[in-house]
C-alpha cells in the first residue's frame, strides 16, 4: 500500500460564520497552537462583555432538562448560570434551542414550528442565528422544521459525532468530559524529552479485526507500551509522561486526547477518512500539534510515521504546541478563562454573523 494512503493531513480548511472565508494552513506564528493568534484573544475578550444569548424553553416541560453525557450537561449548567444569558430576545446575539436528549423527532419539529409562530427571530434566518445541543447529532429529516433546524442552524454535538450528522462549516464538537478516572491537574507541564516509549497505546476493547490486529502488531514491539482501561491512575499518568505519541482510534474512544495534551504525549488518530468534527477545529491548528494516519500500512508503517516525526524535528513543536492548547480541553463546575466551556461559547461567538434569508412561505 502507498504511504500516501496511510499518511494524510487533516483538512483544515473552514467557512466561518457563513461569509465563505477560507482560512490559510499556513500560519506564520509557529510557536502558536491557534489558526488565527493575531484574532482570537481580542475577540476572546470582547466575547466575554459583550456576547449574549437568548434561551428557548419548550413549553409544557415538565421535568427539568436532562442529557446523555456529563460534557452535554455540564455545558447548560454552565451556560445558564453565566453572565451571557440575556432575557431580552432583542439583545441576542444567538438563540439557545434548548431541548432534552430523551425529545422526539416529532417533538423537536412542534418545538421549532411554535418558536417560528410565537417569536420573530427564527422566521428572519429560518435558524440560521440559533443553536442547539444533541450529542449524537441530528438526522436529515423530511418535515420543514427539522430541516431547517439541522441545515440552518447551529448543532453542538458530542466528539466523535456519528458519519453523516456533522455539518463542518458551521456545527462544533464538546471536548470529551471524563468523569470515570480523571487525572489531577498539572502545577506545570511534565518533561518527557527522555520518553521511554515510542508510543503507549490504552486498549478500550473494542474488537474490530482491523485495530485489534494493529495492536496486536504493536504489542510486540519493545518501543510501544500497551495498557487496557482498567489501568490505575497512577500507572496510566507514568506511561503518558514516559511516552512521545499516544494512540487513538477515531470513533472507538478519543477521551484521553486531552490527557496526552496536557502531559506533552503527541495524539495519534488512526483514522481511514478525514476528520472534520475534532472540537476547535476552526481554532486550534490540530495538522500541528496531532498526527493523523491509517490503518492500512499496519504497526510497522505507523512506527515508521512517528520516528520520521521525530527525526525531522516536528516533534518537540507538536508537543509544545499541544501543551499550549490542553487548557481548552478541560471543564470546570466553576468556568475558568480559556477553558472548555469558554472555547465552546467562542466559536459559537464567531458564528454570530449569519445571512438574512428571505421570508418565504411554505406550500
Known sequence: MAKSSFYFPILVFFILGNFGFVLPTAIADLTSPYLSPNTIFPEYQKMLHTFRIFICFPQNTKNAISYNTPAESLFHASLVNSPFVTLYPEKAHLFFVLFPSDFSARSISRFVRDLRFELPYWNRTLGADHFYMSCAGL??????NLVELKKNSVQISCFPTPHGKFIPHKDITLPPLNLKSPLPSLPQSPVNKTATFLGYFRSYGDREESQSS??????????????????????????????????FFYAVDVS???????????????TDGPIQDLPFL???????????????GGGKELKHVLERTCKDGSYERMRGLGMKASQHWVWNESPQPYDAFHMVLYQLWSRRHVIRYARREWV
Not at 139 to 144: A, C, K, V
Not at 218 to 244: E, W
Not at 256 to 270: S, T, Y
Not at 282 to 296: H, K, N, Y
Open 256 to 270: 484521553g486526547i486531552e490527557d496526552a495534551l496536557r502531559f506533552g504525549c503527541v495524539p495519534v488518530v488512526i
Open 214 to 247: 494493529l495492536v496486536n502488531e504493536l504489542s510486540g514491539d519493545p518501543d510501544f507500551v500497551i495498557g487496557s482501561n482498567a489501568s490505575d491512575r497512577l500507572t496510566h499518568m507514568a506511561r503518558l509522561a514516559s511516552s512521545k505519541f499516544c494512540l
Open 282 to 296: 476552526d481554532v486550534l491548528r490540530w495538522s500541528e500539534m496531532a498526527v493523523f494516519v491509517g490503518t492500512g
Open 139 to 144: 438526522s436529515y429529516e423530511s418535515d420543514r
